[in-house]
């Protein structure tokens, strides 16, 4: 499982940043072998937003509370194209994101498109892994399906 780096109980990041996926991969190859791996593959994102304030019971004053939840790429690009959010790429870790402003108030999502996916997808061939794995279906960049090959012919 190479996802799950930043989440909704952490500040915005990518669900599986790049140099967290390898630490990951490389820590699993020491003690599995690599035709029994299947590196996990993220298809969901994580979309952060300004919660309810939370109130210190004590001293009565209230705390920004940034809040997260889960988004699909599809739910994601809908946001951008409403908010006007620019797509971006992070080349460092190797993700897809973007921000936007709703009420005044910026909000960030990080997603896995076809290139999130594509470039770890190469890390199983690169290092010969059994294949992959991915959480969770339905909420997938659709471009992700014409990139797989086919599998369901016969051999």
């Not at 500040?11 to 996990?40: F, H, R």
């Not at 460092?92 to 909000?107: I, K, N």
Request: glycine share 8%.
């Amino acid at each position: 499982m190479t996802y799950d780096q930043h989440t909704r109980w952490t500040m915005p990041g990518p669900v599986a940043g790049w140099q967290w996926t390898l630490d990951n991969l490389n820590y699993a190859l020491g003690s599995v072998p690599k035709e029994k791996l299947s590196l996990g593959i993220p298809l969901y994102g994580y979309h952060w937003f300004t919660g309810e304030p939370t109130l210190d019971k004590v001293t009565e004053v209230e705390h920004p509370n940034l809040a997260a939840d889960y988004i699909s790429t599809p739910d994601a690009l809908q946001l951008a194209n409403a908010f006007g959010g620019r797509l971006d790429w992070d080349p460092g870790d190797h993700s897809a994101f973007f921000y936007f402003y709703r009420d005044q108030m910026r909000e960030w999502i990080f997603y896995t498109d076809l290139h999130t996916f594509r470039d770890r997808y190469q890390l199983v061939a690169d290092h010969g892994l059994q294949g992959f794995c991915s959480w969770v279906l339905g909420s997938e960049d659709p471009e992700i399906w014409n990139f797989l090959p086919d599998r369901s012919a016969k051999q």
